[in-house]
């Protein structure tokens, strides 16, 4: 059964930090690219951040400088390390891989295995 749980949410005051896990079982998690998205409260989901197979990079514009996505291959889990967070960070999280190619990180049809998502959120 292919899954992916997230941990690690919680509530933290603005300029704390967090660090989100995704742990996949049920596939080779190194052969897909892997990604995080959120969903604020009456807001579409959007994308955060990406990484492919070869371990390239991607951020959303509103969290560059502040988070940091990571794998870990041998563990099969994604990491997301959040520092800085804002107020405007408050949201759902969600862990979302595909082993096809992904051309637009940043859309969610290109993934087909999400998790259940994590609540993040973060006080003023």
């Known amino acids: 059964q292919v899954e992916l749980v997230e941990s690690g949410g919680g509530s933290v005051q603005a300029g704390g930090s967090l660090r989100l896990s995704c742990a996949a079982s049920g596939y080779r998690a190194s052969t897909s690219c892997m990604a995080w998205f959120r969903q604020a409260p009456g807001k579409e989901r959007e994308a955060v951040a990406a990484v492919d197979r070869d371990g390239s990079t991607s951020y959303a514009d509103s969290v560059k400088g502040r988070f940091t996505i990571s794998r870990d291959n041998a563990k099969s889990t994604l990491y997301l390390k959040m520092d800085s967070l804002k107020p405007d960070d408050t949201a759902v999280y969600y862990c979302?891989?595909?082993?096809?190619?992904?051309?637009?990180?940043?859309?969610?049809?290109?993934?087909?295995?999400w998790g259940q998502g994590t609540q993040v959120t973060v006080s003023s």
């Open positions: 979302a891989a595909d082993q096809s190619t992904v051309r637009e990180w940043y859309e969610d049809y290109e993934y087909r295995i």
